[in-house]
Nanobody
Framework: QVQLMESGGDSVQAGGSLRLSCAYS????????MAWFRRAPGKEREGVAS????????VYQGSVEGRFTISHDDSENILFLQMTDLNTDDTATYYC??????????WGDGAGFGYWGPGTQVSVST
């Protein structure tokens, strides 16, 4: 069993930046792949970025590529999502997800990820 907890959500103005964090435990259940998803009001959940743990190269949804960076701190077992140049379309609840096997770059609706955090809210205003 893997437990995930997000933090870092906030209300910011357009053009601003935020860094989301996702701490996971226990370390003996290290996942192979972690990802960030988001769900905006009235919309379906969508994948934002994913990363094989141990890799430095993430996979990104087109609308966030160049603005968001996914990374992982191996020593602290924390997943990050650095978000810059935020716009109102980025307003959503952001979820951290993990899986222990399987492809990491194809998210679909997130059904392949077995572990989820409760989410953290990001609100971007003009």
């Amino acid at each position: 069993q893997v437990q995930l907890m997000e933090s870092g959500g906030d209300s910011v103005q357009a053009g601003g930046s935020l860094r989301l964090s996702c701490a996971y435990s226990p370390v003996t259940s290290r996942p192979s792949c972690m990802a960030w998803f988001r769900r905006a009001p009235g919309k379906e959940r969508e994948g934002v970025a994913s990363l094989y743990l141990g890799s430095r190269s993430g996979v990104y949804q087109g609308s966030v590529e160049g603005r968001f960076t996914i990374s992982h701190d191996d020593s602290e077992n924390i997943l990050f999502l650095q978000m810059t140049d935020l716009n109102t379309d980025d307003t959503a609840t952001y979820y951290c997800a993990a899986k222990k096997a399987g492809a990491c770059g194809s998210w679909g609706d997130g059904a392949g990820f077995g572990y989820w955090g409760p989410g953290t809210q990001v609100s971007v205003s003009t």
